[in-house]
């Protein structure tokens, strides 16, 4: 498994063998803004074109900052889970 460490979180690759799996994970469940969108902006920076990346976090305000990032850098949000007031952002990298 593939890891990078950004200043504040771990950014891990997993493997995946069907359409939509992630191939990378990026936690940040327990940071608030500005964290949650900087630490998805770098991770998004770092991965190839057609990677699926799934972010988890519990900060509300990333049901609208992580879309709005998303579409700033064209890539594509292709499911937001909200499941007891955390978040899970299944992103398709478009570079």
């Not at 499911?79 to 398709?92: D, L, P």
Request: with cysteine; hydrophobic share 35%; proline share 5%.
């Amino acid at each position: 498994m593939k890891r990078y460490r950004s200043n504040v979180v771990e950014v891990s690759q997993v493997s995946a063998d069907a359409q939509n799996i992630p191939t990378h994970r990026l936690n940040v469940i327990g940071f608030q803004c500005p964290i949650p969108v900087a630490e998805s902006k770098k991770a998004l920076k770092n991965m190839n074109d057609g990677d699926i990346l799934e972010v988890l976090t519990d900060d509300p305000e990333t049901y609208h900052d992580i879309p709005l990032l998303l579409m700033r850098y064209n890539h594509n949000l292709l499911s937001i889970e909200n499941n007891a007031g955390e978040y899970k952002f299944i992103i398709e990298v478009k570079q």
